[in-house]
């Protein structure tokens, strides 16, 4: 071998040791991307369960009517006995599936039938969040109610209160959380089910703030919109 040819091979490996070396200063900046990212997203769920866990129920609740969203036999208790306290004038049962009537709903509840004969209205046309908050827009607007207090979990709440403040911008919708889990006393970490729902509350919460950011189309979330074809939550 030349003294030229011995050059360019050490030329060569020179080069092959500086691409190596930039690959593995690329990867290292990748790695620490993802880990303030990964931070980042963590410290943004523990702040939204810091929020769900600092919701609570107004002292005195009042407003023109009142709206559950469904998903738990303890949320439309809660939503009847505002009703019969009288915290609202009338009380719409947001979401309720098709086969089930109103005399269950009454049973369940254990309420007088006057109450859901003069003052209940059952929603069956929501299919999801979104849905409830259109259902709720058209029932609004078919009373002319300004103010709202909406029952639903707490966990759950962050995100109704957006759809809700999307369909009906005008109107004043008040929080009553139902507390399932106690996140402000209790270790929820330690608790992989809590967890399951915070993280996937969570992460519907940013897909909506996501959506409303880029001005997104998003379906009704109505069975009575022919685009939807999946009747099931």
Not at 55 to 77: E, H, M, N, S
Not at 215 to 223: K, V
């Amino acid at each position: 071998m030349t003294e030229s040819d011995r050059d360019e091979a050490g030329g060569g490996a020179s080069l092959r040791r500086r691409h190596v070396s930039r690959r593995r200063r690329l990867i290292r900046v990748l790695f620490f991307l993802l880990l303030i990212m990964a931070g980042g997203v963590l410290a943004s769920m523990l702040y939204f369960a810091d929020q769900v866990a600092s919701l609570t129920p107004p002292d005195d609740p009042k407003a023109d009517a009142i709206v559950v969203l469904t998903g738990g036999f303890q949320r439309i208790d809660q939503a009847v006995e505002l009703l019969q306290e009288g915290a609202g004038a009338r009380l719409l049962i947001s979401g309720v599936h098709p086969t089930t009537t109103g005399t269950q709903i009454r049973r369940n509840t254990q309420s007088s039938a006057d109450l859901f004969r003069c003052c209940v209205d059952i929603g069956h046309d929501a299919i999801d969040t979104i849905g409830n908050a259109n259902e709720t827009a058209g029932w609004i607007r078919a009373h002319g109610y300004r103010s709202i207090l909406v029952v639903t979990n707490n966990y759950h709440m962050p995100r109704s209160l957006l759809e809700l403040q999307r369909a009906s911008p005008d109107i004043r919708f008040m929080p009553y959380p139902v507390v399932n889990s106690d996140l402000k006393t209790s270790n929820w970490m330690t608790n992989p089910m809590v967890v399951k729902t915070i993280l996937t509350e969570y992460v519907k919460y940013s897909v909506v703030r996501l959506r409303d950011l880029t001005g997104a189309s998003t379906p009704s979330g109505l069975r009575t919109d022919p685009r939807n074809v999946r009747l099931d939550r």
